[in-house]
């Protein structure tokens, strides 16, 4: 962006929007700070953080001298975030609410917000970048340069329109290189550390919170032989590929991690919502872990059309290396056409409901929602 501009930052209370803040400053821009309250349900509780995250954004904005609004989505949140959530995990589904909550909360009601207050730009402390490609003139997300912590999975939703407002200037540094400026120009969150967990569910135990939300429907656990090993709680309280909190996990032997054996962990591989039973293995490297092929649906692209079939690379889950991958757009259904994806090597525990992202090198072309994957062993 040439030119100098009034800019809308979310400040989340972290070190990395408040990093993005001073750098939009440093550039000269007219930079405006907003504080978005997405969930009130739990203000009261230990696990609820946003009163402590509200009083350190208020903080940066002292530091830096720029306005803070503190502006509640909570409800725009509850009703399209969160129920949607809740409505998959019920289906036995494992969903992102990240994903969901980047676009239909920080890249939809926060931009309609920012450009009523005559913004012409967002920026949020996303690792990212965004590039206006010179030949088509369409807006294109890129991969953060720091790679461990590039998060463009979480954002590979935003469209034309919402890319080519936003900036993410922490996109082009390490996360070393923020801390180091958040401590040099005196930020009092500089060794804040990282927020971890879903934004509603802050640190507190996953399956407590779900169980104020989701029936639960107790059923046998099965190993691949059709043998009962245990009883689970729920469907909705695992996800595949999962090896804690199983309670069927026996002694195991000293350096017993793969393969075959009484004493190797147990992994979640399957769950039979029919007949409510959650199918179990023995050893990481089970062929029901793995998936040579997925479909997903409810497909987004971020140039506003699929990419021509072909090779590409994906990511099935947020911390994981890109997979080479063939691309093959599925026929369009009535509603949205989604896609199948081919891997040269089988991917480990697909999880319907989470995403499946895709990219052609450092450019993320957008992905859709894991609805089915194949195995190697049926």
């Known amino acids: 962006m040439s030119h100098l501009a009034r800019v809308v930052v979310g400040l989340s209370g972290g070190v990395d929007s408040a990093v993005t803040a001073h750098l939009l400053q440093q550039q000269g821009h007219e930079v405006i700070g907003i504080f978005m309250k997405n969930w009130e349900d739990d203000d009261d509780s230990e696990y609820c953080s946003s009163n402590v995250d509200f009083v350190d954004a208020a903080a940066v904005a002292d530091v830096l001298g720029i306005e803070i609004e503190h502006v509640n989505f909570a ?50 402390g996303h690792y990212a970048r965004v590039r206006q490609n010179r030949v088509t003139s369409l807006f294109e997300l890129l991969k953060g340069l720091d790679p461990s912590k590039d998060q463009s999975y979480f954002l590979h939703r935003l469209n034309q329109a919402q890319l080519s407002k936003t900036l993410f200037p922490v996109g082009e540094l390490h996360k070393t290189e923020v801390r180091r400026i958040a401590e040099e120009i005196g930020l009092p969150n500089a060794r804040k550390k990282d927020s971890t967990g879903i934004c509603f569910i802050g640190e507190r135990p996953f399956r407590e919170f779900l169980n104020r939300y989701i029936s639960k429907e107790p059923g046998p656990i099965k190993d691949p032989s059709g043998r009962t090993i245990g009883k ?39 769950k039979d919502i029919p007949n409510n039973t959650l199918w179990v293995v023995q050893g990481h490297d089970h062929p029901w872990l793995l998936s040579p092929q997925l479909q997903a649906t409810d497909v987004s692209w971020c140039a506003g059309q699929a990419p021509a079939p072909g090779a590409y690379a994906a990511k099935t889950r947020y911390r994981q290396a890109d997979a080479p991958c063939s691309y093959q757009p599925l026929p369009a259904a009535e509603s949205q056409a989604g896609f199948e994806l081919a891997f040269s090597d089988p991917q480990w525990a697909v999880t319907p409901g989470q995403s499946a992202v895709l990219y052609d090198g450092e450019v993320c072309l957008g992905g859709g929602v894991i609805a089915s994957r194949s195995n190697t062993q049926t």
């Open 75 to 124: 409800a725009d949140y509850k009703d399209r975030v969160f129920s949607e959530f809740v409505r998959e995990y019920q289906a036995g589904r494992t969903p992102n609410p990240d994903i969901l909550c980047n676009a239909e909360i920080k890249f939809k009601s926060f931009l309609d917000h920012a450009m009523r207050l005559g913004a012409e730009k967002i920026a949020t």
């Open 232 to 270: 689970h709680v729920g469907l909705s309280f695992y996800t595949l590929g999962q090896r804690q909190g199983l309670g069927i996990g026996g002694i195991k032997t000293k350096g017993a991690q793969r393969g075959g054996g009484e004493h190797t962990p147990w992994f979640v591989a399957r």
